[in-house]
């Protein structure tokens, strides 16, 4: 596996491409690398939509953009816009952060000291393309977990290419919350004192398994009545989803609240989160809640078993499993000093191994040594 050193202390140019228009997790992570490289003294500029929330977030934090929309993987215009872009501009390093950013790599060819790829998803990537993709196309490879650096591998990725870089949490914004702070959030959202409330953030689609919550919650209608959950994001799935609360009789116990701009506003209102996904590379999601000191539950697939040790910081369950997720719910509603513990010990772990400046460590070292790398080649 691809490791690296920092110890050149020349700042360097970079530009992360990310030309997605919703803003969910990579995004976040886009942004969030983008601003501590800059803390740090480098050069961070970013490739987006200008329609698109990164666009605006990014703008708003002072981070200079350039458009750049990209239609679909073989939107050969905006490869050949993104070769006009870097042929006028030098950049020591070119990020790409995701999939359809990936695929204009081939165009960005020559024209920067270094192309590096993040992957996120836990998935098998396409076993054709994968190899030039990962193994020619870039020069190095940002896998978020070891579930992901395996699934590369496994598509014929050389681990000699793949770093293995945990995604990154600003620790200071998400924090357990004061006493003001959870009590109005609990107020905002409607929970009664001693109510016990659980959370699930994420896009509303099949991957992330809200339907196995969903029954999970209509089990708990019998056994913990009172237990109401909260269910924040958008997607494909949005309607079945209601039309399953529907069928369930969960009008009163689950809510859509559809998506939020500040996850914080969930996070410090509930006592648990629940991340039910059936597929995942790791969740920024849940890396935030375990940094706001909440519990959390989560399905033992990708990369959250490690984010979450089982019953050290929170509880893991079999994927697509409903019946073993409404038992983890109900065992740690029911104990207040277990909530306590694995909260605490969650906040840690947040600390400890995904911050943003780790996160941004361990890029730059990713950096310096595909840089040195192509040095060396060149220098042969």
């Given at each position: 596996m691809l490791t690296g050193s920092t110890s050149s202390d020349a700042p360097l140019r970079i530009v992360g491409v990310d030309p997605e228009l919703g803003f969910a997790g990579g995004e976040s992570q886009a942004l969030g690398l983008s601003l501590e490289l800059l803390r740090l003294g480098h050069r961070a500029e970013l490739m987006c939509d200008a329609n698109g929330l990164l666009w605006q977030r990014a703008r708003a934090a002072n981070v200079v953009c350039h458009p750049l929309r990209i239609r679909n993987a073989?939107?050969?215009?905006?490869?050949?816009?993104?070769?006009?872009?870097?042929?006028?501009?030098?950049?020591?390093?070119?990020?790409?952060?995701?999939?359809?950013?990936?695929?204009?790599?081939?165009?960005?060819?020559?024209?920067?000291?270094?192309?590096?790829?993040?992957?996120?998803?836990?998935?098998?990537?396409?076993?054709?393309?994968?190899?030039?993709?990962?193994?020619?196309?870039?020069?190095?490879?940002?896998?978020?977990?070891?579930?992901?650096?395996?699934?590369?591998?496994?598509?014929?990725?050389?681990?000699?290419?793949?770093?293995?870089?945990?995604?990154?949490?600003?620790?200071?914004?998400?924090?357990?919350?004061?006493?003001?702070?959870?009590?109005a959030a609990r107020q905002a959202l409607g929970i009664e004192p001693g109510q016990i409330a659980i959370g699930a953030v994420g896009a509303l689609e099949l991957r992330k398994g809200h339907r196995y919550l969903l029954d999970a919650m209509g089990g708990l209608q019998r056994s913990a009545p009172g237990i109401r959950c909260y269910i924040a994001g958008d997607g494909s799935q949005r309607s079945a989803l209601k039309e399953q609360i529907r069928q369930l009789g969960l009008g009163q116990s689950v809510r859509l609240t559809?998506?939020?701009?500040?996850?914080?506003?969930?996070?410090?209102?509930?006592?648990?989160?629940?991340?039910?996904?059936?597929?995942e590379g790791l969740g920024v999601a849940l890396l935030e809640a375990i940094a706001c000191g909440l519990p959390a539950i989560a399905s033992r697939t990708g990369g959250m078993v490690e984010a979450i040790?089982?019953?050290?910081?929170?509880?893991?369950?079999?994927?697509?499993?409903?019946?073993?997720?409404?038992?983890?719910?109900?065992?740690?509603?029911?104990?207040?000093?277990?909530?306590?513990?694995?909260?605490?010990?969650?906040?840690?772990?947040?600390?400890?191994?995904?911050?943003?400046?780790?996160?941004?460590?361990?890029?730059?070292?990713?950096?310096?040594?595909?840089?040195?790398?192509?040095?060396?080649?060149?220098?042969?």
């Open positions: 073989l939107d050969c215009l905006a490869g050949m816009r993104l070769r006009a872009f870097l042929s006028r501009n030098h950049f020591d390093v070119v990020h790409f952060h995701t999939s359809r950013a990936h695929s204009m790599a081939p165009f960005a060819s020559g024209l920067a000291g270094a192309l590096v790829v993040t992957r996120r998803m836990d998935y098998v990537p396409n076993r054709w393309f994968a190899p030039y993709l990962y193994n020619r196309a870039v020069d190095g490879v940002a896998a978020i977990s070891q579930g992901v650096a395996t699934a590369l591998s496994t598509a014929g990725v050389s681990p000699e290419r793949i770093c293995l870089i945990p995604s990154g949490v600003d620790c200071a914004r998400f924090a357990p919350p004061s006493a003001d702070q959870r009590s559809g998506s939020i701009g500040d996850p914080r506003t969930l996070f410090w209102a509930i006592d648990i989160f629940v991340q039910p996904s059936v597929m040790e089982d019953r050290h910081n929170g509880l893991l369950v079999a994927a697509s499993d409903s019946t073993a997720l409404a038992r983890a719910i109900e065992e740690l509603a029911g104990s207040p000093a277990t909530r306590s513990a694995f909260g605490a010990e969650a906040r840690a772990k947040a600390e400890r191994t995904f911050s943003l400046a780790a996160m941004a460590r361990s890029t730059m070292a990713l950096y310096q040594s595909c840089l040195g790398r192509r040095t060396r080649r060149c220098a042969a």
